[in-house]
């Protein structure tokens, strides 16, 4: 089985792809993982992808098959993967599809997890993690203000770079402008599903277990 899932910021996506990974005996592919990762080396791939993240550009769609491809063919042969945000682009389904196929891994379903804007924003919010452990927190759950300790081992909390207003604003702004057009295309190919994200994350894990 190999899945694409989708999903506007805050939907948790993240961690649905996370318990299908586990369920199914499948490799979750976190593209912008991936890239932040790969911006943190001093190298001409790393630096240009920090030029564009910085700048908030869009990775090429080149650059995103050309990566794509070397993290799958470090995958056994036995596990299925699970492409969290790739394809991104209109441009980006061609490509990926047909190097999935070449790679013995053709795309069986694709999952949009829908939020309202709104909903988005609120979540995205509260969202931190310890610079220390790299726990993820959430205000209001793990952690009561922004300047508390973390949790887990009592190291330094921070908020994501890019989960600041302006950037969540930004990051939403492209995933509707940009990624949902990818979504409608799957959708007239008929295999997507959808599940709403704003309920509780068992019953939306359970949604997607029971339409795949």
Known sequence: MNIIIFGPQGSGKGTQANKLAEKFNLSHIETGQIFRDIAKIDSPLGNKIRDLSESKELIPDEITVDVLKHYLEKISDDKGVILDSAPRTIGQIQPVEEMMREEG???SKAIYITLPYGDSVARITRRFACTNCAKPLILGKHIQTAKDACP?????????????????????????????PVINEYRKKGNLIEVDGSQEMEK???DIISKL
């Open 105 to 107: 891994r053709p795309i």
């Open 152 to 180: 887990f081992c009592g190291g330094y909390i921070a908020q994501r770079g890019d989960d600041t207003p302006e950037g969540i604003v930004k990051r939403l702004d492209i995933f509707y402008e940009v990624t949902v």
């Open 204 to 206: 939306v894990f359970e």
